[in-house]
Antibody, heavy 118, light 109 residues
Framework: QVQLQESGPGLVKPSQTLSLTCTVS??????????WSWIRQPAGKGLEWVGR???????NYNPSLKSRVTISVDTSKNQFSLKLSSVTAADTAVYYC??????????WGQGTLVTVSS | EIVLTQSPGTLSLSPGERATLSCRAS???????LAWYQQKPGQAPRLLIY???SRATGIPDRFSGSGSGTDFTLTISRLEPEDFAVYYC??????????FGPGTKVDIK
């Protein structure tokens, strides 16, 4: 069974770039018709899709974040990553990496809290 | 953008009771790309239902999904203690591709 694990700094200063990595284990990131996604959740609030990438490099982003988001896949490391630039306090959230298949997200990481504060 | 509305906001029930959760879309959801997730405090969401009515791997058969077009329902036939959680619906469409409903909290009466 595939497992996903987020990693990265838990504290980012305003205006800087948030960088997270998701490591996939128990399966190859290159196999199957999967997209690799990031979803976030501010404390006590609902879920917001951030974006996704396929192994080919094809990406889709939430229009509300598109100008600041980059998602990429590294097949050699079985990882994918998220970069979110020019962060503000509104970007403080738990960030989840997830695997997308056929309209839904069937595997999720445990989530990592990122706080934007000086 | 398709907006999802979930009702009720909170559902207070006792173990053994039936739970019926509603998810309504502002426009028709294409090809029934509607999913349901369960989230417990401090945990990631877990996929329960995809394609409006198909149970994900390992999901007990007390969970069932139904509906089409703009109206969808998640039913828990008999609540177990571990079912008290927040439930989200999610749709896949053209832009911004994926949106989630605000959630329904099922708590113990």
């Amino acid at each position: 069974q595939v497992q996903l694990q987020e990693s990265g700094p838990g504290l980012v200063k305003p205006s800087q770039t948030l960088s997270l990595t998701c490591t996939v284990s128990g399966g190859s990131i290159s196999s199957g018709s999967y997209y690799w996604s990031w979803i976030r959740q501010p404390a006590g609030k609902g879920l917001e899709w951030v974006g996704r990438s396929y192994i080919s490099g094809s990406t889709n982003y939430n229009p509300s974040l598109k100008s600041r988001v980059t998602i990429s896949v590294d097949t050699s490391k079985n990882q994918f990553s998220l970069k979110l630039s020019s962060v503000t306090a509104a970007d403080t959230a738990v960030y989840y990496c997830a695997r997308y298949f056929w309209g839904s997200f069937d595997s999720w990481g445990q989530g990592t809290l990122v706080t934007v504060s000086s | 953008e398709i907006v999802l509305t979930q009702s009720p906001g909170t559902l207070s029930l006792s173990p053994g009771e039936r739970a019926t959760l509603s998810c309504r879309a502002s426009q028709s959801v294409s090809s029934n790309y509607l999913a349901w997730y369960q989230q417990k405090p401090g945990q990631a969401p877990r996929l329960l239902i995809y394609g409006a009515s198909s149970r994900a791997t390992g999901i007990p058969d007390r969970f069932s999904g139904s509906g089409s077009g703009t109206d969808f329902t998640l039913t828990i036939s008999r609540l177990e203690p571990e079912d008290f959680a927040v439930y989200y619906c999610q749709q896949y469409d053209s832009s911004p591709l994926f949106t989630f409903g605000p959630g329904t909290k099922v708590d113990i009466k």
